[in-house]
């Protein structure tokens, strides 16, 4: 369940700051200590939270140009850590994320879209279990003191990916897993 929104809040992540195949840019490295992505999901009627520990990011990006950023993120579905360890067990299973079978979550961003000074909507294709589906939605972006920040967050379906689709779990977990994505960058030297 968090295991499932962590996993997305990474896509969120890459979306944000990916665009276009042959965008122009400078290569720019994630600031760890400042960037999280992180999911939650409604099941057995509580709020259920978790965080991707293990994730990289291929950014290229403009300051002046950000609709031309070109960025992927990769996860490690392994990586993800809800509150209780039965939970996290249970995520990164067979029944869920089966990080053994499908060890990484990928995000490419396709598109980049400024809506307003400093917001923007983000297209994206999200994979999990080898499964792409496109998401769409809101981010926000500032560039001070050569650090870029990107925030947005999305929602998706579980059973899209073909997460946590069988078995009695089912129908104690919401299909709606929200990802969340708090992305810092500097310029790599």
Known sequence: MRWF?????????????????GAVGDRWAVIGESSAITMSVRALGVTQTGRFGR?????????????????????????LTMRQAAVTERAVGPGFLDAERYPTIR??????EPTAPGRYT????????????????????SVDGGVARMR??????????GIGTQGAMNALVARQVRVDVALATRRAS
């Open 5 to 21: 929104a962590a996993l997305m809040g990474a896509g969120l992540l890459a979306i944000a700051m990916a665009g276009p195949a």
């Open 55 to 79: 994730w990289t990011g291929d950014i290229r990006f403009d300051p002046d140009a950000p609709e031309d950023a070109e960025v992927a993120i990769t996860v490690r579905a392994a990586s």
């Open 107 to 112: 995000f490419q961003l396709r598109e980049l």
């Open 122 to 141: 983000a297209r994206a294709d999200v994979t999990v279990r080898d499964r792409t589906r496109p998401v769409t939605f809101p981010v926000t972006l």
């Open 152 to 161: 947005g967050g999305f929602v998706l379906d579980r059973a899209d990916y």
